[in-house]
Nanobody, 127 residues
Framework: QVQLVESGGGLVQAGDSLRLSCAAS????????MGWFRQHSGKEREFVAG????????YGADSVKGRFTISRDDAKTILYLQMNSLKPEDTAVYYC????????????????????WGQGTQVTVSS
């Protein structure tokens, strides 16, 4: 069973950048479509970005488009989320997720489609 471990969160100021990482503990991550979600305090988890097995990308909220970039390094079994020009409203717990996919182009966008989750990493952006 693959386990996911996020890292890279922290406290930054508005306008700063952060890169989140999600390392898969075992197994070839190339079998999985992967994604990032975030959860603001008191709210439901929301889709941030997803990446297919063959590198196709899809972003969720318009607010992150152009600022966030999802990428994967299957050789290192790591998923990344590069976050630039951070805003206070980006403050949330960020989760990575993975789901085995037989289709190399498919991107899962719904929380219930993913069965593997990391523990989450807190990102706090001060104004």
């Amino acid at each position: 069973q693959v386990q996911l471990v996020e890292s890279g969160g922290g406290l930054v100021q508005a306008g700063d950048s952060l890169r989140l990482s999600c390392a898969a503990s075992s197994g070839p991550s190339s079998r999985y479509a992967m994604g990032w979600f975030r959860q603001h305090s008191g709210k439901e988890r929301e889709f941030v970005a997803g990446i297919s097995r063959n590198g196709g990308r899809l972003y969720g909220a318009d607010s992150v488009k152009g600022r966030f970039t999802i990428s994967r390094d299957d050789a290192k079994t790591i998923l990344y989320l590069q976050m630039n020009s951070l805003k206070p409203e980006d403050t949330a717990v960020y989760y990575c997720a993975a789901e085995a996919s037989s289709a190399d182009f498919y991107i899962f966008t719904q929380e219930q489609q993913y069965h593997l989750w990391g523990q989450g990493t807190q990102v706090t952006v001060s104004s």
